[in-house]
């Protein structure tokens, strides 16, 4: 049985206290007694403990009831957790393996206790440091097909679906935060914003860019009234844990019903990001430019085999709302189903450059910035990449419905790296 106490921030003793008492960890970790507790502290939000024995280990990420990169003055509800929690178990069993196990929530406290991920890093420190991944495009790819199609009206039936979308609209708050931090806050003087030193004429055409943001306001539609399915909500490479042969992804506590571009484009704007971002700490050309090229691999990969996997996933396993079999391939009309898939495969394209170029406007012009910009050391460096990051973001918001795949995406990151600014 769970304590239900009333909630209190835990730390290492007090942790060790409570899941001690849960026989479910102490059959994976031993007797609290030999329990090393340390607290990792480069969330955002949450605290995040490592729980290390000499039986096994485990991750307990517990909500605070404020924002912690912020402070107190940023209220924030406990109510996250749980919707973290059950994201964690949707997406998990979506795509398995690919989600750190859960293995304990204990709403009172709003703690997940999860799968430690080691010898993993985050996925942003390894496109710093300039690591090649060989597998992380397929993994990345083959997540999004699976957890995209099988949260969506193609696979689930009514029941489940309206319910589910249900129980996801209270995640309302992080909804909000999304909504005005993304859509919102990057073409307006918010106080929250923060541009590196030489970027504040940028900011301002931004905020005076009328058809830049005729284009955010369209994609602040479709994000907030298109519930196509259930998404991570926050999939950037912040949120992906890496090994040279395994790609896992964390962080789902955004999660909610909405379109599928958006997780994609979210992680193609960061990739993108993290290929501008390059050129501020390899100094030596050639490395940079093969760096460079496995980054765009990957973006150009992580479409191809998401469109692929959602395509033997279109065949196999439309059994849900938006099936149809009944109305083709049950009468012999599959060139009929194929082409719904084709005009869906456009929108979600469409969508998805909409979303990285837009993502790649607020980690630059808004509040939360990214570890591959921050880590150039030289300012005016810095603000360099941006602004050729920004530039780009610009041409996907405006142009997502002329760019016809992603190695034209490439050819456009290619040369926007190198024009004179
Ligand atoms: P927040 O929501 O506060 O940003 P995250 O879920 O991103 O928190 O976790 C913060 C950090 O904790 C991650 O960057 C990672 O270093 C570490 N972490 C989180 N979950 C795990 C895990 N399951 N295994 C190993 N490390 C983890
Ligand atoms: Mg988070």
């Known amino acids: 049985m769970l304590d239900k106490s009333p909630y209190e921030p835990l730390n290492a003793a007090t942790l060790t206290r409570r899941l001690g008492g849960m026989p479910e960890l102490t059959r994976r970790l031993g007797p609290a007694a030999h329990w090393q507790v340390r607290e990792v502290g480069d969330g955002n939000l949450n605290l995040v ?47 398995p ?25 985050i996925l942003r420190k390894s496109l710093v440091e300039g690591v090649v991944l060989p597998e992380l495009g397929g993994h990345l790819g083959r997540y999004l097909a699976r957890s995209l199609f099988r949260g969506s009206d193609f696979a689930m039936d009514t029941a489940h679906r309206k319910a589910d979308l249900a129980l996801f609209a209270g995640n309302g708050e992080l909804c909000g935060i999304s909504e005005d931090l993304i859509f919102t806050d990057p073409f307006r003087a918010s106080p929250r914003n923060r541009v590196t030193a030489g970027l504040e004429g940028d900011a301002a055409a931004a905020r005076a860019d009328r058809d830049l943001k005729v284009a955010a306001a369209a994609l602040k539609r479709r994000f907030a009234t298109s519930a196509e399915t259930l998404l991570h909500g926050d999939f950037h490479t912040g949120s992906v844990m890496v090994t040279d042969r395994d790609s896992r992804v964390i962080d789902p506590e955004f999660a909610f019903y909405g379109p599928m571009g958006f997780d994609i484009g979210s992680l193609l704007g960061n990739l993108m990001m993290a290929f501008f971002a390059q050129s501020g700490y390899r100094a030596d050309h050639a490395a940079c430019i093969a760096y460079q090229d496995w980054i765009l691999d990957v973006a150009e990969t992580v479409w191809w085999v998401f469109a692929a996997e959602f395509a033997r996933l279109w065949k196999s396993g439309r059994n849900g709302i938006l099936g149809l079999r009944e109305l ?18 456009e929108e979600v394209w469409r969508d998805t450059l909409g979303f990285a170029g837009i993502e790649m406007h607020r980690r630059i012009l808004g509040l939360a910035h990214i570890l591959e910009f921050e880590a150039i050391a030289n300012e005016g460096l810095r603000a360099e990449c941006e602004r050729r990051a920004l530039a780009m973001g610009r041409v996907l918001m405006l142009r997502a419905r002329t760019l016809r ?17």
Not at 104 to 121: G, K, N, R, T
Not at 334 to 345: F, H, K, P, Y
Request: negative net charge; glycine residues 6%; charged residues 25%.
């Open 49 to 95: 403990f490592i729980v290390e024995s000499p039986k096994g280990a485990a991750v307990a990420k517990q909500a605070l009831p404020y924002a912690r990169c912020v402070g107190e003055s940023w209220p924030m509800s406990l109510e996250r957790a749980f919707f973290e929690y059950h994201a964690l178990v949707r997406l998990g069993a979506r795509d």
């Open 97 to 121: 393996g690919r989600l750190p196990e859960v293995y304990a929530f204990d709403q009172s406290q709003a703690l997940i206790v999860m799968e430690y991920l080691a010898p993993h890093v």
């Open 328 to 345: 083709f391939e049950d009468v012999g009309h599959e060139i009929g189903a194929r082409s719904v898939l084709t005009d869906l495969m």
């Open 405 to 421: 795949g992603p190695r034209e995406v490439s050819a456009l990151a290619r040369t926007m790296a190198e024009r004179p600014l």
